[in-house]
């Protein structure tokens, strides 16, 4: 028996383990301990963790505006990007640079998408409210970012316009990767332009588009730096999800047990996700 495979393996396996399964298994073991932020001291205390955070009152307030902010962020990149990445796949001058620019939000550091809606969406000199204003929309700034009406659909749109591109570069390599043989004998057999992309290429880019979201699900209930930076999970707590109020608990008020609970609680949602994911792609499969 070889053991050369395993040899090659050997450091990704021990990066994974250093800085995936122990911080995963360490979040877990917080879960079900009271620990000490100054001390490091541990106590086992079961699951009363998870009872005191379910049981407070911003719990389930906090759950549904995570389920809102990435539901509703999630959903309109993937038809932003869908109608994006149709829009790139037809022929137009200067398509190359177009499709290079599209990249650029999704390239751009979070923290530098933060900060400069931040100064786009500021009341007093942000460029946003001065055009609403020039056009005769609004008779006077919009409080975006600090009025509870606002600051979630806000951050919304933000994540949009950076998610988009992800998927439009996605969607649009799978809709080149489609035969163009199979949507010629479509049309051959009386298909339409709507036939044809329902029948044809819905099918062959499916596999692509459940990727993308269940990734893109991922990462925006994992989004913090955004959120953090842009509202703080405020006013108040209008726009705090559960990852932020995961941050917020653990590192701000210094309370890892609750912290670390609020994490596992969205690690175990994340998963119901993932077996969706996989049990979707087993029935295309399937299919196909």
Not at 167 to 174: D, T
Not at 210 to 238: E, H, K, M
Request: aromatic share 12%; charged share 10%; proline share 6%.
């Amino acid at each position: 028996m070889s053991y050369e495979p395993y040899v090659l393996l050997m450091p990704a396996l021990v990066l994974v383990a250093v800085f995936a399964v122990y911080p995963l298994v360490r979040s877990i073991w917080f879960a079900f301990n009271d620990v000490s932020p100054f001390t490091g001291e541990q106590a086992f205390v079961g699951i009363q963790n998870f009872v005191d955070v379910m049981g407070a009152p911003q719990f389930w307030p906090t759950m549904a505006r995570t389920a809102g902010w990435v539901f509703g962020a999630v959903t309109f990149q993937f038809i932003g990007g869908l109608l994006l990445a149709l829009l790139l796949n037809t022929r137009f001058p200067l398509r190359g640079i177009y499709r290079g620019l599209v990249m650029v939000p999704w390239a751009t550091p979070s923290v530098l998408v933060a900060l400069m809606w931040k100064w786009i969406l500021d009341p007093n000199n942000g460029v946003l409210n001065g055009f609403l204003q020039g056009i005769g929309v609004v008779d006077k700034p919009v409080e975006f970012l600090s009025s509870s009406a606002t600051a979630l659909p806000t951050l919304v749109m933000v994540d949009v316009w950076q998610g988009i591109p992800l998927f439009a570069v996605m969607i649009l390599a799978a809709l080149q990767s489609v035969s163009s043989e199979l949507k010629e004998a479509a049309s051959i057999d009386g298909c339409g332009r709507v036939g044809t992309f329902r029948h044809v290429v819905v099918p062959a880019i499916l596999p692509t588009i459940l990727i993308t979201v269940v990734l893109r699900l991922i990462w925006t209930a994992n989004y913090v730096d955004l959120i953090f930076i842009l509202t703080g999970g405020g006013p108040g707590s209008a726009s705090t999800t559960l990852a932020l109020e995961s941050y917020l608990t653990a590192y701000k008020a210094t309370d890892f047990g609750h912290g670390a609970t609020y994490a596992v609680i969205q690690a175990v949602i994340l998963a119901v996700f993932i077996a969706i994911y996989l049990r979707l792609t087993k029935k295309v499969d399937e299919a196909t």
